[in-house]
T-cell receptor, first 113, second 116 residues
Framework: KAGVTQTPRYLIKTRGQQVTLSCSPI?????VSWYQQTPGQGLQFLFE???????NKGNFPGRFSGRQFSNSRSEMNVSTLELGDSALYLC????????????FGPGTRLLVL | AQSVAQPEDQVNVAEGNPLTVKCTYS??????LFWYVQYPNRGLQFLLK??????LVKGSYGFEAEFNKSQTSFHLKKPSALVSDSALYFC??????????????FGAGTRLAVHP
C-alpha cells in the first residue's frame, strides 16, 4: 500500500505570496493532520481534518488554512507569506479520527525569501 | 497541558553497544505514547507506541520502549546499535479532545549518532 504523499517536495516563495501544499493520505485513511517543523519551534500541530471538516486547530494565525476533499486528500494554504513560515510541512494520516497511530509523509520544504 | 521532554539533545553510541534515548511525559489520565524517527530530508517514520498492556513495547527495526508509570518515562532502547540507526528521534504523546480529535505533542527530539 502506498504511503502518504505530499506535493511539491520543495518550494521557494517570496514574502507576501501565498502557497498551497497538497497531501494524499494512505488509501482508506480518512483523517489528515498537518504539522509544521522548524529548528526553533520543533514540531507543532496545525490542524486535523476528518470527513471534509476541520476538527481541531493549533495556535497558528488565520493565514494558515486548509481543507479536505471527499476523497480524503487535503490541502493547506498559507497566505501573505512571512520569512518565519520557512519550514518543513508534514502531513499525517490515520484510519479514522481518534485512531492512535498517525503515518507521516515526506513533507514539503518551504523556503520564503 | 500535556507535554513530553527529551532531556538529551544528542546521544553518542558505539556500534554494537546498547542505546537508550530518554523521554519523560506529563499527562492527565492515561498516556498514549509514541516514538518516531526522522532521517535527513525525510518525514517521520513510526517506530512504536504504548496504549495499554505490557510495559515493554516492541517496535520496528529492533527497537523497544519501556513504559514506567511511577517515573513517568518512556525510554527508547535497542540492544545493539547500528550505524544506520543514526537519525533524529522524537517522543510524542497524544492529546485527545472531547470531540475525538487526535493531536500529537512532540518532544524537541534527540539526535542519535552511532559511531563505527
Amino acid at each position: 500500500k502506498a504511503g502518504v504523499t505530499q506535493t511539491p517536495r520543495y518550494l521557494i516563495k517570496t514574502r507576501g505570496q501565498q502557497v498551497t501544499l497538497s497531501c494524499s493520505p494512505i488509501s482508506g485513511h480518512r483523517s489528515v493532520s498537518w504539522y509544521q517543523q522548524t529548528p526553533g519551534q520543533g514540531l507543532q500541530f496545525l490542524f486535523e481534518y476528518f470527513s471534509e471538516t476541520q476538527r481541531n486547530k493549533g495556535n497558528f494565525p488565520g493565514r494558515f488554512s486548509g481543507r479536505q476533499f471527499s476523497n480524503s486528500r487535503s490541502e493547506m494554504n498559507v497566505s501573505t507569506l512571512e520569512l518565519g513560515d520557512s519550514a518543513l510541512y508534514l502531513c499525517a494520516s490515520s484510519l479514522v479520527m481518534g485512531e492512535e497511530t498517525q503515518y507521516f509523509g515526506p513533507g514539503t520544504r518551504l523556503l520564503v525569501l | 497541558a500535556q507535554s513530553v521532554a527529551q532531556p538529551e539533545d544528542q546521544v553518542n553510541v558505539a556500534e554494537g553497544n546498547p542505546l537508550t534515548v530518554k523521554c519523560t511525559y506529563s499527562v492527565s489520565g492515561n498516556p498514549y505514547l509514541f516514538w518516531y524517527v526522522q532521517y535527513p530530508n525525510r518525514g517521520l517514520q513510526f517506530l512504536l507506541k504504548y496504549i495499554t498492556g505490557d510495559n515493554l513495547v516492541k517496535g520496528s527495526y529492533g527497537f523497544e520502549a519501556e513504559f514506567n508509570k511511577s517515573q513517568t518515562s518512556f525510554h527508547l532502547k535497542k540492544p545493539s546499535a547500528l550505524v544506520s540507526d543514526s537519525a533524529l528521534y522524537f517522543c510524542a504523546v497524544r492529546e485527545k479532545g472531547s470531540g475525538g480529535y487526535n493531536k500529537l505533542i512532540f518532544g524537541a527530539g534527540t539526535r542519535l549518532a552511532v559511531h563505527p
